[in-house]
């Protein structure tokens, strides 16, 4: 059976293994989970990713999640644009997430970037998810 949002399987991981305070969560392999998984290590939302290489020729991500006083440095991570309803914003009308303390992750023509970022740049794109 194949999975119609991948990217809000490895978002909903990352919320479950946060609430069962683990440290180190695994998901399959793509590179716009990647994409994603760099832009929450820039962040400082995760401790670090590595790609890893199965025995089965398959790659899987392992995530190490980041606590801060035995709580989850992430407090809210979602989906914004799912399958069923893409969400778009160009750079002049990216909005700011909790005032500019949340991230908006941004997939653009010029790769998966934070929404500061991408202002920075002048670009827009789909908004992928925001984490606060």
């Not at 990352?14 to 392999?29: D, H, L, S, W, Y």
């Not at 832009?39 to 990713?49: P, T, W």
């Not at 790659?59 to 799912?82: A, F, T």
């Not at 949340?102 to 925001?130: W, Y």
């Amino acid at each position: 059976m194949t999975m119609s949002d991948p990217l809000g399987d490895m978002l909903t991981r990352i919320r479950n293994g946060q609430m069962a305070e683990k440290t180190v969560i695994e998901c399959p392999f793509s590179k716009l989970r990647e994409n994603v998984c760099k832009v929450l290590a820039d962040e400082g939302f995760i401790r670090a990713y590595k790609v890893v290489a199965n025995d089965n020729n398959k790659k899987s991500l392992h995530i190490e999640l980041k606590y801060d006083d035995g709580r989850g440095v992430i407090r809210q991570i979602d989906r914004v644009s799912k399958p069923g309803r893409r969400t778009y914003t160009g750079a002049k009308d990216m909005p700011r997430f909790y005032n500019g303390l949340g991230v908006f992750i941004v997939s653009t023509p010029k790769g998966v970037m934070a929404d500061h970022k991408a202002r920075d740049e002048n670009v827009g794109g789909e908004v992928l998810c925001q984490v606060f």
